[in-house]
């Protein structure tokens, strides 16, 4: 039972850092229509820039803090991604507005295999560190209800803390801002929101800039656990079937899918991997995706597809 | 002035649903296929046929199979590098386990086995659409990555999935050298691309069409969105399958299963856009795009960088060939979203006026 415990919290942290990726997929999807497949190669992008700035401020600037250089390393990284959004929406989407999904899906391909050169280009493809300070120590919880207790990983509850923090923080900017109204009428209707007056093209910067900084967070968090390198682009794989376990279109979709995910792919392996061999995380998460996709063509919270002819 | 079909007149229904209704394209297509076979092979030389001719024959062949099911048919599938790499562990399975096997019924039935892992992946298409489908058939690469490197079986026991074959033979002649390879593939592509583009053109191809455009309209009037779907499913897949298999056999002799990765499926979908969505010489144009553009960025970016007097790391340059890679890519939809078999016909209607265009 503690050890059933063990894996279903393990794969509840892990299904918070896979939302977080998917759901930079959600917002850009729900405000531009766009399946922004650039996403993985932004999160890589963000943490090269924010480990190579951590790196680099101390030598050019003399600041001997840590929490302070990461910090001006955070912020600098997150100017970096406002300046991709910018440039993503002016070079590239603009051009493309009222395309297939199709092409515009090949279009983020596009995007991501030059952010991956740019990224690796400006900052280097060698394995970076991240080290914001996290504490490593697993901590035992539960001792008095489990003989041995829990084993939780400090770190990771700090990562789902964070997490949590930034979902927050996204639905207050949603729910409450001026700009998230618009950026959820823009996501209702594109052109009933352009016919009271809101500028699309402002609002595409502001989705990919919000995108870019969840990628930022989510590329500081899973690169300090696992360590700044190029696989860290390959994380985007790992949330396509959250997002469409959760809805292309649902912010609360790409969280609740990312814990199922999550807890499905740990309990699998734990349980059945032993059997075929291991290693079936990676499937094991798409197959659950589409065994839910087969009774709701449109994810959990997706909206409803109708079709007319 | 030349490209007219004034006076050519059709007297039959045959003569007016050929492949090629004016004489000029026909003759044409007749000089580039005799080009192909007889002309290339006295002009190319080894490394040329091995790094370029071989591969773009090849992943041409793939990308027909794609194109049926993603620009006739109009179901997105991230798939495809599985459905190859089913072919290509297929065919090696009934070639090194079945005494005496004949490669080119080994190759088919790499097809065939393709095409039953391609039905079953396509079933989710019945009830998933648009990018959720395209994300579903993500499933079936990463379940094959995962098959051909954990199951011994496939792979005769092989460790880590890497398997070879060796002394191709087809009718009693040997496929060894690069020439004979390419002559092999390139009968295979030809008699392939002649039954999709038959294929596209009859019933079932303008199913899919339908179904492709809207498919509860397709619905409405009496086509079977199951039947057509599947049917889509299946032959892309067989198609994919021989591709993969002669990606196996023929272009790398020896193989593991990464050689089929999700990028190889990304590829093929780019080959299939920039080439044009819903036509088969689409195709080529995206396979040959896609197989020269890396080797000419890799030849040009020394050189110019020599020019500007620049040393650059192979690290930086294959960096850089990321980022102008997708950065053409970007370009290339934006500025022809439709892909280069469009610009091909718009050029040909101008042909048709030139020069006179009053």
């Given at each position: 039972m503690a050890f059933f415990l063990e894996t279903l919290l393990n794969g509840l942290m892990a299904g918070m850092l896979y939302s977080l990726v998917a759901l930079g997929f959600v917002l850009i999807f729900k405000a531009s229509g766009v399946f922004n497949f650039a996403q993985g190669a932004m999160v890589l992008f963000a943490a090269l820039a924010m480990a190579r700035f951590a790196e680099w401020i101390p030598q050019w600037t003399g600041i001997e803090s840590r929490w302070l250089a990461n910090t001006v390393a955070f912020v600098l990284a997150g100017a970096v991604m406002f300046v991709v959004a910018w440039l993503v929406e002016r070079l590239v989407l603009r051009h493309l507005v009222n395309q297939e999904a199709a092409t515009l899906l090949m279009a983020t391909l596009g995007i991501t295999y030059f952010m991956e050169g740019l990224g690796q280009t400006l900052f280097g493809s060698d394995i970076y560190k991240i080290d914001i300070g996290m504490p490593k120590e697993p901590i035992f919880a539960f001792e008095s209800v489990f003989e041995g207790g829990i084993l939780i990983n400090q770190e990771d509850l700090i990562a789902a803390a964070i997490a949590a923090v930034l979902v927050a923080g996204l639905s207050v900017f949603f729910q409450k801002t001026a700009t998230g109204r618009a950026l959820r009428a823009v996501a209702d209707d594109h052109q009933a929101a352009q016919s009271i007056g809101i500028p699309l093209n402002r609002i595409w910067v502001i989705v990919w800039c919000v995108a870019g900084v969840v990628a930022l967070v989510a590329g500081m968090i899973w690169g300090s656990k696992l360590g700044v390198q190029f696989s860290l682009a390959t994380v985007a794989l790992r949330a396509l079937p959250v997002i469409i376990l959760g809805g292309l279109t649902s912010v609360p979709g790409a969280i609740i899918g990312g814990l199922i995910i999550g807890v499905g792919e740990k309990l699998s392996e734990v349980y059945l991997g032993p059997f075929v061999g291991g290693g079936i995380e990676i499937w094991f998460a798409y197959m659950l995706a589409l065994v839910f996709l087969l009774f709701r063509p449109q994810g959990l919270f997706g909206e409803k597809i109708i079709d007319r002819v | 002035m030349f490209y007219r079909e004034n006076?050519?007149?059709?007297?039959t229904y045959a003569a007016d649903q050929q492949i090629f209704a004016i004489a000029q394209d026909r003759w044409a297509i007749l000089a580039l296929i005799a080009f192909a076979f007889i002309g290339v092979p006295m002009l190319a030389d080894e490394y040329l046929f091995r790094a370029i001719f071989i591969p773009f024959l090849i992943l041409a062949l793939a990308a027909v199979g794609v194109n049926i099911l993603v620009g006739y048919c109009g179901q997105i599938s991230l798939g495809s590098g599985a459905f190859m790499a089913v072919g290509a562990y297929a065919a090696y399975n009934t070639f090194v386990r079945i005494e005496g096997m004949p490669l080119l019924l080994a190759l088919l039935s790499g097809g065939f086995f393709a095409t039953l892992v391609g039905i079953f992946f396509g079933i989710p298409s019945l009830r998933v659409k648009g990018l959720y489908l395209a994300v579903a058939t993500l499933a079936a690469q990463f379940f094959c990555d995962w098959a051909f490197l954990r199951i011994g079986w496939f792979t005769h026991g092989n460790p880590s999935g890497s398997v070879s074959v060796s002394n191709l033979q087809v009718f009693g002649l040997p496929v060894e050298s690069p020439l004979q390879k390419y002559l092999f593939c390139l009968a295979l592509l030809v008699l392939f691309a002649l039954l999709a583009k038959n294929l596209v053109r009859s019933a079932i191809g303008r199913e899919w069409m339908a179904i492709r455009d809207m498919d509860v309209a397709a619905a409405v009037i009496g086509i079977r969105p199951m039947y057509a779907k599947l049917s889509a499913f299946a032959v892309s897949s067989f198609i994919i399958g021989v591709a993969g298999a002669l990606w196996g056999f023929v272009h790398l002799g020896a193989w593991e299963p990464a050689a089929f990765s999700v990028d190889r499926s990304f590829q093929l979908l780019f080959m299939v856009i920039i080439g044009g969505l819903g036509s088969i010489m689409g195709s080529f144009f995206g396979a040959a795009f896609i197989v020269v553009l890396p080797i000419v960025l890799n030849q040009l970016l020394p050189a110019l960088g020599s020019l500007v007097g620049v040393e650059i790391s192979t690290a930086a340059i294959s960096h850089t060939e990321f980022m102008v890679f997708g950065a053409l890519i970007v370009w290339f939809l934006i500025v022809e979203p439709h892909g280069l078999a469009k610009l091909w016909s718009i050029g040909k209607q101008k042909l048709r006026l030139w020069p006179f265009p009053h």
């Open positions: - | 006076g050519q007149f059709k007297t």
